[in-house]
């Protein structure tokens, strides 16, 4: 049995998507939404403690935090050749990756309560928006320059690109891509690989963002 908790295009894609790319389709797919009772239920907080998604049960063990799920799926199931394991020349680049990839989530975070989850009479503050914003621009400016070939390992696709491939599908709701030409391409790669789409048509059409693009809030 293999059991993906999940909210649909969260940070679980990663899992969904590492999954398809090795050809395997979970069992059963748990899904929740963002500030759901059921977020914090037995059901989630027996497998993730911090009732934070996501969290897989397989080989009869359940493992949480996305980083983790990856680099076990990757370390159990070698085969497909998308971990770096210990020795590889671009192990620490690899984990660099890894690393890098949940500094910038922990931003679309940020940015996803400021504009999605905050209502009146909470307002988000136009500062904090406003850094978030700025700061997010600087980790894709910094992730510009470190795609130089198809993918982010000169060695091919991993599950560093699993890890940010998510990033790039939230990050364009908050800053302009057009700056980032290098990873308008990379995204187009990535999207269309066939683990990509299947994991895509699994998830259905996004409704998490109901606009195209989020201003940073004026001050009035």
């Not at 790319?21 to 069992?27: A, H, N, V």
Request: one cysteine or more; charged letters at 20%; hydrophobic letters at 40%.
């Amino acid at each position: 049995m293999i059991r993906l908790h999940h909210v649909p295009w969260g940070r679980s894609f990663r899992v969904l998507w590492l999954l398809q790319e090795m050809g395997i389709t979970p069992d059963e797919i748990v899904r929740y939404r963002i500030g759901d009772r059921a977020m914090r239920g037995a059901g989630l907080l027996g497998v993730s403690p911090a009732g934070r998604i996501p969290a897989l049960e397989i080989d009869g063990i359940t493992i949480f935090e996305s980083a983790a799920i990856l680099q076990y799926l990757c370390e159990s199931r070698p085969e497909p050749g998308f971990g770096r394991p210990p020795g590889h020349p671009e192990r620490v680049r690899y984990l660099e990756l890894m690393g890098f990839a949940e500094t910038q989530a922990s931003l679309v975070e940020q940015l996803n309560l400021n504009h999605l989850f905050l209502r009146p009479p909470a307002k988000p503050s136009p500062t904090v928006v406003k850094l978030n914003t700025l700061r997010l621009a600087d980790t894709l400016r910094a992730l510009e320059g470190m795609v130089e070939g198809e993918y982010l390992l000169p060695s091919g696709f991993s599950a560093a690109d699993a890890m940010l491939g998510f990033n790039l599908f939230a990050a364009p709701f908050y800053v302009r891509m057009d700056p980032f030409p290098r990873l308008r391409d990379y995204w187009g790669r990535i999207s269309a690989r066939p683990g990509f789409r299947a994991a895509a048509a699994i998830e259905g059409p996004q409704d998490f963002y109901a606009r195209d693009f989020y201003e940073v809030p004026g001050d009035g």
